[in-house]
């Protein structure tokens, strides 16, 4: 008898990069103005639920980096981690490693702005385990104000040895 397997819960972090550093003096200036380098992304995602030794994949939904710097070559990289998941009870069959997670940026579905954006992973045949940190989407050449928006996918292989239950975890998009 197979249990089913379900990944709910994805908690997308947001880790907003820095310009530079933050000096006393920029304290008071800094605390008024909004982040001048930002990065949304979904709030959860619910990949839905599978068998071990299966696959399944969803988009996460749209990630988007604002970047109202506004002065000459406001270049930036968005960098994708993950964290194993894991469901309650400990183990190793209650766990999935984050080396079982691909991962896809696809191409820019909005822009603004002037500026050259590189996908990390143009297609499914470019996706990328999440071992390790990977970088999502860069913007390598251009001026002024801009924004990027992207719908990764996740693909998740099961392994043949979890136990049923709902397996949680987090997919940190971040950007400097």
């Known amino acids: 008898m197979q249990m089913l397997w379900t990944l709910t819960g994805v908690v ?24 001048l380098l930002t990065i949304t992304v979904p709030a959860g995602v619910n990949l839905g639920s599978t068998f071990p030794g299966s696959s399944l994949g969803r988009q996460l939904g749209e990630i988007r980096v604002s970047d109202k710097r506004g002065g000459q070559n406001t270049v930036w990289t968005a960098t994708v981690a993950a964290t194993d998941f894991a469901t309650p009870g400990g183990g190793p069959a209650r766990q999935i490693s984050r080396s079982r997670f691909s991962y896809w940026s696809g191409q820019a579905t909005a822009t603004t702005g002037s500026g050259t954006r590189v996908p990390g992973q143009v297609t499914s045949a470019q996706a990328q385990s999440l071992s390790v940190p990977r970088t999502a989407f860069a913007k390598t050449s251009g001026n002024g ?7 990764p996918t996740l693909v998740v292989a099961v392994p043949t040895t979890a136990v ?10 971040s950007v400097a």
Do not use: L
């Not at 907003?16 to 200036?29: E, F, K, L, Y």
């Not at 104000?145 to 719908?151: E, I, K, R, V, Y």
């Open 12 to 35: 997308a972090a947001v880790v907003p990069g820095a310009a530079a550093p933050v000096t006393a003096q920029d304290v008071t200036r800094i605390a008024r103005q909004p982040s």
């Open 164 to 173: 049923g239950g709902t397996y949680t975890g987090t997919i940190t998009h």
């Open 145 to 151: 104000n801009n924004t990027t928006a992207w719908h």
